[in-house]
T-cell receptor
Framework: QQQVKQSPQSLIVQKGGIPIINCAYE??????FPWYQQFPGKGPALLIA?????SEKKEGRFTISFNKSAKQFSLHIMDSQPGDSATYFC???????????FGTGTRLTIIP | DAGVIQSPRHEVTEMGQEVTLRCKPI?????LFWYRQTMMRGLELLIY????????DSGMPEDRFSAKMPNASFSTLKIQPSEPRDSAVYFC???????????FGAGSRLTVL
C-alpha cells in the first residue's frame, strides 16, 4: 500500500523555470514531511523538511508548500539550474516512530 | 567521518546464489535502516534497527531475505537464494534516534541473472 503518492514521475524544465513536484498522503498521524534529493550513483540526502503546523517553508531556492486539509504538500524550485537535475523524493514520518515512508520519486531534468 | 559505508558497490550474481550486502553506519548513530530502490516502487523500507535490535521488518519481502546487526558498527542484509526480481539498488542509512535526518550510503547495485 502506497502511503505517500508522488507525481509526476519525471519532469523536464528549462533553466530558470519553476519545477513543482507534488505529494499526497493518507495517514493523518504523519507529522514530519521531508524532501530528499538524489544524484546519480549517490544515496538520497535531506534537502528540506516541514511540519504540518506551518503552510510554507523556504530554504534558499527551495520551498515546501503544505496543505493540511487536503493532505498534500509540494516542492517548488525557484530559478532552477542544470545542477538541480536529480531525483527528488518526498517522505513522511509519524512522531515517535523512526520509520520514514518515501514516495516513488520524480526524476527532474533542467535543460540549459 | 566517512559517512555510511556500504559494500560491495556492485554485485552481479546468478539466480540461486547467496548475496550478502554490508553496511557500516556513522559512528554514534543508533538507528540503522535498509532500503531497496527500484524504478517501479521507488524507495522501500525493508527493515530498521534501533540500538542493534530489529524494530520493524514488515518490509522484508519474504523468507529469502534476512538482516543482522551484531554490533553498533556493522549490519548485513542477506538474500538466499537470490532471484532476478531482487535486482535493485540496496541502500543502508543511519541516524540518531529522533533526529529526523537519515544519512544514506552510496548504495549497493545488485544484478541477479
Amino acid at each position: 500500500q502506497q502511503q505517500v503518492k508522488q507525481s509526476p514521475q519525471s519532469l523536464i524544465v528549462q533553466k530558470g523555470g519553476i519545477p513543482i513536484i507534488n505529494c499526497a498522503y493518507e495517514n493523518t498521524a504523519f507529522d514530519y514531511f521531508p524532501w530528499y534529493q538524489q544524484f546519480p550513483g549517490k544515496g538520497p540526502a535531506l534537502l528540506i523538511a516541514i511540519r504540518p503546523d506551518v503552510s510554507e517553508k523556504k530554504e534558499g531556492r527551495f520551498t515546501i508548500s503544505f496543505n493540511k486539509s487536503a493532505k498534500q504538500f509540494s516542492l517548488h524550485i525557484m530559478d532552477s539550474q542544470p545542477g538541480d537535475s536529480a531525483t527528488y523524493f518526498c517522505a513522511a514520518k509519524m512522531g515517535g516512530n523512526e520509520k520514514l515512508t518515501f514516495g516513488t520519486g520524480t526524476r527532474l531534468t533542467i535543460i540549459p | 567521518d566517512a559517512g555510511v559505508i556500504q559494500s560491495p558497490r556492485h554485485e552481479v550474481t546468478e539466480m540461486g546464489q547467496e548475496v550478502t550486502l554490508r553496511c557500516k553506519p556513522i559512528s554514534g548513530h543508533n538507528s540503522l535502516f535498509w532500503y531497496r530502490q527500484t524504478m517501479m516502487r521507488g524507495l522501500e523500507l525493508l527493515i530498521y534497527f534501533n540500538n542493534n535490535v530489529p524494530i520493524d521488518d514488515s518490509g522484508m519481502p519474504e523468507d529469502r531475505f534476512s538482516a543482522k546487526m551484531p554490533n553498533a558498527s556493522f549490519s548485513t542484509l542477506k538474500i538466499q537464494p537470490s532471484e532476478p526480481r531482487d535486482s535493485a539498488v540496496y541502500f543502508c542509512a543511519s541516524s540518531f534516534t529522533g533526529a529526523n535526518v537519515l544519512t544514506f550510503g552510496a548504495g549497493s547495485r545488485l544484478t541477479v541473472l
